[in-house]
């Protein structure tokens, strides 16, 4: 059996002149709390090249309260229990990248919900 492995990409995303990319992160627990350091780390470095009106932003979406039965396997220390998991993640990364990560302590109940979040976000992060 042959196995052939080709590593050139098929497809290459280039993006429009002026795009700015908005990550929306519904979820700040086990999974979303061990990715939104990485991306914020990931977008830090690419928004060091970027005028302001172009710098990418997250937005995390979490309505849940860190408790002590979380600290065993998602991304919270003691001094956060009791607050918005949200909240503590869009702190603490915004403030350790220097990258925008507003956050909305709701819980996402229908599609038409998340446009309207995903809207208002939008809005908060606009320059100027």
Known sequence: MNLELNLEPITKIKEAEGTR??????????T???LIPNLARLISSIN???EDNRKHFITL???DEVEQKNLIRQNFTKSDLGKNKAEVLATRY????GVTIN?????IESPKMLK??????YELAAPG
Request: aromatic share 18%; proline share 0%.
């Open 116 to 121: 309207e979040r995903i809207a208002q976000a």
């Open 94 to 97: 915004s403030r350790a990248f």
């Open 103 to 107: 956050y909305i302590a709701e819980y």
């Open 48 to 50: 060091e090249n970027l």
């Open 21 to 30: 990319f908005h990550f929306f992160i519904v979820g700040a627990g086990g």
């Open 32 to 34: 979303g709390g061990h």
């Open 61 to 63: 979406v979490d309505a």
